[in-house]
Structure formats: structure tokens, C-alpha cells
């Protein structure tokens, strides 16, 4: 399954993500995400975090997957704050931590998700 990460001015249709970064488009067409349970976050601006994350967790969900790792980076934390302000309120996640040392420790947060049906 791939995730659809628009990056061109036009409004995300359903089942798309913007990713314009903070220069403005870097491809002219949309860039094709495998859904695969890990999203590096390093390529979007702070603000699209949140709306990147709900759209590949909603796709995360429908493909079944139940553990997703976001890698955010470890610099001063601010990325990892957005991601986790967010995903505390998220009706879909069942818990976050941090990601063990060998798969990114606290510059990636490992998600458990709700089951599709459930």
C-alpha cells in the first residue's frame, strides 16, 4: 500500500498528505510513501507534522498495521513535542513511547494503534 504525499499548491485530496517543505514544492508531482510502518518526519515543515502524521496513521490503520515507528529526530525535541502533543489526543492510538536504541531511542516514538474494526 502507498501513501500519496502531495506537494504541489493544490488542496490534499482524500488519502494525500502535503509535504510542500519550507522552500515550496521540491518535485512536481506527488511523492508515493510505501506504507510500511516507519515515516521519517525530517522532510516536512514543523507545521504539516501534525496533518502528516494523522493521514499516514489513517493509512496505517486501513492497511492493519498495529505499531508504527515516527522517526522525528533528536535535535532540541521540538519535533518529537508536536508529534506527541498530538498523538495523545489521537482517538486511534493506544499508547507512544520512545523507540528502543537500536531503532532511533528518543528521536523516534514507536505508536500502537487500534485495529481497523475496533
Given at each position: 500500500?502507498?501513501?500519496?504525499?502531495?506537494?504541489l499548491?493544490?488542496?490534499p485530496?482524500?488519502?494525500?498528505?502535503?509535504?510542500?517543505?519550507?522552500?515550496?514544492?521540491?518535485?512536481?508531482?506527488?511523492?508515493?510513501?510505501?506504507?510500511?510502518?516507519?515515516?521519517?518526519?525530517?522532510?516536512?515543515?514543523p507545521?504539516?507534522?501534525?496533518?502528516?502524521?494523522?493521514?499516514?496513521?489513517?493509512?496505517?490503520?486501513?492497511?492493519?498495521?498495529?505499531?508504527?515507528?515516527?522517526?522525528?529526530?533528536?535535535?532540541?525535541?521540538?519535533?518529537?513535542a508536536v508529534?506527541?502533543?498530538?498523538?495523545?489526543?489521537?482517538?486511534?492510538?493506544?499508547?507512544?513511547?520512545?523507540?528502543?536504541?537500536?531503532?532511533?531511542?528518543?528521536?523516534?516514538?514507536?505508536?500502537?494503534?487500534?485495529?481497523?474494526d475496533?
Amino acid at each position: 500500500m502507498l501513501l500519496a504525499m502531495e506537494l504541489l499548491d493544490d488542496p490534499p485530496k482524500e488519502g494525500e498528505v502535503t509535504g510542500s517543505g519550507e522552500g515550496g514544492p521540491p518535485f512536481n508531482e506527488p511523492v508515493r510513501l510505501p506504507i510500511e510502518g516507519v515515516l521519517d518526519l525530517h522532510a516536512f515543515a514543523p507545521k504539516e507534522i501534525p496533518s502528516v502524521v494523522e493521514e499516514y496513521l489513517c493509512q496505517c490503520r486501513q492497511a492493519g498495521l498495529s505499531e508504527v515507528r515516527l522517526i522525528h529526530g533528536k535535535g532540541k525535541g521540538a519535533q518529537r513535542a508536536v508529534v506527541r502533543r498530538f498523538l495523545v489526543s489521537h482517538p486511534d492510538v493506544l499508547s507512544f513511547a520512545d523507540a528502543p536504541p537500536e531503532a532511533g531511542g528518543w528521536g523516534a516514538t514507536l505508536v500502537r494503534l487500534r485495529s481497523p474494526d475496533g
